[in-house]
């Protein structure tokens, strides 16, 4: 088991950022794919970024390309997602998701998740 918790969420101005944080516990961290997606109210959780177990690999939704950044730290068994410029329709719940082996933008074959956190933007 993997327990996933996300913290760093909050109500944001346009054009401001937020450090999204996902801390992991049990089973060894730097074995799982890491995710970020977010799920807006009435539509479907979407993939936001997506980084390999060392790292060296990353990947992003078109809508956040050059404005999120994931890293991790896999001595602190954390995952990080930097948000700048950001926008009213980033507004959304955004959930933590690991997956062994190499990373995917389907949420649904996530093997954990975190309960997520709130981002709010502000017009």
């Known amino acids: 088991q993997v327990q996933l918790v996300e913290s760093g969420g909050g109500l944001v101005q346009a054009g401001g950022s937020l450090r999204l944080s996902c801390a992991a516990s049990?089973?060894?961290?730097?074995?799982?794919?890491m995710h970020w997606f977010r799920q807006a109210p009435g539509k479907e959780r979407e993939f936001v970024a997506a980084?390999?177990?060392?790292?060296?690999?990353?990947a992003y939704a078109d809508s956040v390309k050059g404005r999120f950044t994931i890293s991790r730290d896999n001595a602190k068994n954390t995952v990080y997602l930097q948000m700048n410029s950001l926008k009213p329709e980033d507004t959304a719940v955004y959930y933590c998701?690991?997956?062994?082996?190499?990373?995917?933008?389907?949420?649904?074959?996530?093997?954990?998740w975190g309960k997520g956190t709130l981002v709010t933007v502000s017009s």
């Open positions: 049990g089973r060894t961290f730097s074995n799982y794919a």
């Open positions: 998701g690991a997956k062994g082996g190499v990373f995917t933008r389907a949420y649904y074959v996530m093997e954990y």
């Open positions: 980084i390999s177990w060392s790292g060296g690999i990353t």
